[in-house]
């Protein structure tokens, strides 16, 4: 199983020693077959990567520019500078992204990019709550997926994290046969193999008991409670228990 903290804009150099406690963890036999990555902000990534180094705990960033290469564009960071300094995932088209005006043709440039410069990419895809209401679920996500991994032929480096925007950090989430039913239909609108798929949305030490038991799923983002070590390490020990 995977476990990927997203910190979204949180954290300064000062966090970085809350990670003492999950480095200890992930040398401990309870760590399972877990792995864990960190997706900090930009401006952490490089402390973490030190922080890390002898350790298995990986590190991601949480978005990308769409161009491969160096370029005349104020305040952007690309795969290829990722990659560089040591992240091997990247977070696209997390819905906080696609509010701000990333929509799925722009997501798609983007993986590309990630998957050149060898990134794994965790493409984030989910429908708002009055999608939901309307019953357009299955057709929203087919579409992100669809549009987001065009012309990606193979799926061993994509994880598709489905993430309904009406949970991420509202304490709701879907009930197991919702749940269930929704990932199922993600999984078989993959032709050959398909990726590996995570739920975000307000997981935390309590929900856990209950998403663990939900079937197709490879792991999970973790946005609010990442940011605290107690709790991260607890949604992983609880996984498996
Ligand atoms: P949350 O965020 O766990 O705080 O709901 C998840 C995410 O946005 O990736």
Known sequence: MYFVANWKMFGNLKSINTLNKVIKFSKSKEINKGRLIYCPPYTLLNSFYKKFKNCLIDIGAQNCHENDDYGAHTGYVNSKMLKSIGANYVIIGHSENRKKGENDNLINLKVKSAIKAKLKVILCIGETLSEKRKRKTKSILSKQIKIGLKNIKKNSNIFIAYEPVWSIGTGNIPNQYELEKILEFIKKSFRGKAPKILY??????????????????????????????????????????
């Open 200 to 241: 975000g949305g307000s997981v935390n030490p309590r929900n856990i008991m209950e998403l663990k038991r939900v079937n197709y799923l490879d792991g999970f983002l973790i946005g609010g409670a990442s940011q605290s070590a107690k709790k991260f390490i607890d949604i992983v020990k609880k996984t498996y228990s």
